[in-house]
């Protein structure tokens, strides 16, 4: 590593690499382009579930319709004889109107038609319902109005949510991580080169990520690229803190700035590979999910995070030395200032109280993290199609008003898809209890379709349980390759199958961190003590939150793939804050011993780790800017879970156990004075640059 970081340094290199990463990084992003692949019906429903075959077989019917919008007008009174008939006409002159009459509800105040919508993507069945709403709206009878809902409208809304979404994120994003570099360095100036790495790092992972799930064929939605452009500017971010933070230190000792930036390089190369090796370890074990889309996610974050490491560790440090000393204006590092590690900085001052009662600061926290947690257990999941909106669309409010003139399940059937007799089948489901109606609706090529109309209200639990008499009523009946799917199905198996991923993900991702930083430290002891206290953090978080969405952002429910995400995401992206840490820990223990060693790793990472910590969490908060409670509930698990790790675990807990347990913290490893000596400072010779002021 020592001839690499010498070679990203060296003058004649340092600045043609920066400007080759830009140039190949501009045409990738210009003319290649991000990957273009629509997520198809089948690509959020789980692999292997029942609503999954339904939708399968449903597909082999002959001119299968792919959804449906319901257009409803409605008023506050019986509608009239000439209205009915206005209405009537309208309903014709729809744009894809199949000639069925409106049908007028038993109340009189309301009339829905059925518009079948065939498109191939979520784009153009927004574009279609968008027409078909304008078409709807015009020259309405006095006090009507037109609403469009269903399955077609609801996926439409949808895809509204992300209409801009990428350039909102990136905006605010950037902002934001623009804000908090200017705070944390004080400079005018210094900010605008980790910004300018990072942000084309971030374009970049998304046309190398999205091409690289087209080549593995794995599916990936709307909201795949903005979770990944969070990630890579968050991980990114804190890569180049830790790196300028110690290129910072060393110009404290060394006059030439290419060897500071070279030895600073391999100090921080250890922490940043071992860092990013544990999120990509634990990102990749989402490929064992049973979504389609969250397996996408989780390589495409993968991808991300060895793009956001390559730009900090190769492009950065090349970037940076092209620059001399002014680029810190006007907090310049002169030779002979006091290092972090040797200062009594806040964070060293904060060591001093831990280390005087480490055992009182580890029973306080842990008692705290054990209250904040308690609130897991009310936690209720399983968002209904409604919930799913920060802000009501039009297709959840034109629902709700069609629910007040018409049986509410009507509007979203639940769907029996078979190849046995299909007038059978409706009898059958007919006779199950909570079914108020059934209906054939399509057949041929061998398989035929029957709708079911619940008595129960769309997303609760009765219509659930109802859905489960279905298919056990069908199971018992013994019949061939019947299957039930539809919103109420597929919620079901939602939550079935993001309970089978928690089971086998979770302990996995554990497993693997845990050996990781087994290697990464030679230790059995410290790494278990990590892991432990990011659980502790998780758990904590989740129980914070979830008196956060309740009291104050009114959410009754937690998405079913909110636990999972986030419980990936806090773990690798918490660990890195006690890899950076421990890691300096280590180093400096050589020389001073387990105490003092990590008292000095404290005041020297503390300032920069609470930097990376409250960034990573402002960017992830930036979730909140999409209007889907899915995105804004991760956004919050994962800003609570960064904040009490960086402010409370990572600055009190972590050493008050190191602390107490001192050489013991590193069994079976000894840490010997001189042990892995830090290589020394280059020195001259014919190839190194000479010695002058940076």
């Known amino acids: 590593m020592s001839r690499v970081a010498q070679l990203i340094t060296r003058r004649w290199v340092a600045g043609p690499l920066a400007l080759l990463f830009l140039v190949v990084a501009g045409v990738l992003i210009g003319v290649v382009g991000q990957a273009e692949r629509p997520p198809t019906a089948l690509s959020a429903l789980p692999l292997e579930s029942d609503s999954r075959a339904a939708a399968e077989l449903q597909s082999q019917l002959p001119e299968e319709e792919g959804s449906a919008a319901i257009v409803l007008f409605s008023s506050d009174s019986a509608l009239s004889e000439a209205d009915v008939a206005s209405l009537q006409q309208r309903a014709q002159e729809l744009p894809g109107a199949t000639g069925m009459p409106a049908q007028v509800s038993e109340d009189g105040t309301a009339a829905v038609v059925v518009v079948p919508v065939d498109e191939p993507d979520a784009t153009a069945t927004a574009d279609t319902v968008a027409e078909l709403r304008t078409a709807a709206a015009q020259d309405l009878p006095d006090g009507v109005t037109a609403q469009v809902t269903g399955p077609a409208a609801i996926q439409a809304d949808l895809a509204g949510v992300f209409e801009g979404a990428d350039t909102r994120l990136l905006l605010a994003t950037a ?7 200017v705070i944390t360095y004080r400079s005018p100036l210094l900010w605008l080169v980790p910004l300018t790495v990072v942000g084309v790092a971030d374009q970049l992972a998304g046309v190398v990520a999205t091409h690289t799930l087209d080549a593995f064929d794995i599916a990936w939605d709307e909201s795949t690229v903005g979770i990944l452009s969070v990630l890579v500017f968050g991980a990114g971010t804190d890569y180049a803190l830790l790196l300028i933070s110690r290129y910072r230190d060393e110009l404290r000792t060394t006059e030439d700035r290419r060897a500071a930036m070279a030895h600073a390089l ?27 889309t969250t397996r996408g996610l989780g390589l495409a974050s993968a991808v991300g995070v060895v793009v956001a490491a390559f730009a900090a560790l190769v492009v950065l440090p090349a970037a940076l030395v092209v620059f001399g000393r002014w680029i810190f204006w006007p ?15 806040p964070w060293r001052r904060v060591g001093d109280g831990v280390a ?15 209250v904040a947690a308690g609130g897991i257990s009310q936690i209720q999941s399983g968002l209904s199609t409604s919930d799913q909106f920060l802000d009501t669309p039009e297709s959840i409010v034109a629902a709700d008003r069609y629910a007040e003139s018409f049986p509410a399940g009507s509007i979203d059937p639940t769907v029996v898809v078979t190849t046995s007799d299909g007038e059978d089948v409706a009898d059958l489901v007919a006779g199950v209890d909570g079914v108020q109606s059934t209906q054939l609706v399509a057949s041929g090529n061998g398989v035929s379709e029957v709708d ?3 008595t129960a209200e769309p997303g609760s639990d009765e219509a659930r349980a109802t859905v489960e008499q279905i298919r056990d009523a069908v199971a018992g009946a013994g019949l061939a390759d019947t299957h039930v799917g539809g919103t109420e199905a597929e919620a079901l198996d939602t939550a079935e199958a993001s309970a089978r991923d928690r089971a086998l993900i979770i302990p996995l991702v554990l497993g693997l961190v845990l050996v990781v930083l087994a290697g990464l430290l030679r230790s059995v002891v410290a790494p278990v003590l990590l892991v432990a206290t990011v659980v502790a953090t998780y758990l904590a978080s989740l129980g914070i939150s979830w008196v956060v969405f309740t009291q104050v952002a009114g959410f009754e429910r937690l998405d079913e793939g909110v636990p999972l995400l986030a419980f990936v995401f806090l773990v690798a992206l918490g660990v890195d804050y006690n890899i950076f840490l421990v890691t300096r820990a280590a180093e400096e223990s050589r020389t001073h011993g387990t105490r003092e060693g990590m ?56 050493p008050a156990l190191a602390l107490v347990l001192g050489d013991r913290f590193w069994w ?26 940076g």
Do not use: Y
């Open 356 to 370: 005087r009662r480490p055992v009182g600061v580890i029973v306080v926290v842990l008692a705290g993290l054990a």
């Open 266 to 292: 391999r100090r921080t190369t250890e922490a940043v590979i071992s860092s990013a090796s544990t999120v990509v370890i634990g990102l990749l074990t989402l490929l064992l999910s049973l979504f389609p």
């Open 599 to 654: 008292l000095r790793a404290l005041a020297a990472t503390g300032g920069v780790i609470t930097s990376a910590g409250v960034l990573l969490a402002a960017v992830f908060a930036v979730l909140g800017v999409l209007p889907l409670v899915v995105l804004a509930q991760l956004g919050v698990v994962i800003c609570v879970g960064v904040l009490l790790d960086t402010l409370v675990v990572r600055t009190l807990l972590v």
């Open 668 to 693: 079976p490893r000894r840490l010997q004075p001189g042990e892995e000596a830090p290589p020394a400072a280059p020195s001259a010779s014919r190839d190194a640059e000479p010695v002058r002021a």
């Open 331 to 345: 907090k310049v590092p002169r030779v002979g200032q006091t290092g972090l590690a040797d200062s009594r900085s």
């Open 452 to 454: 079911a109309v619940l």
């Open 175 to 181: 902002s934001i991580v623009a804000v908090l570099l």
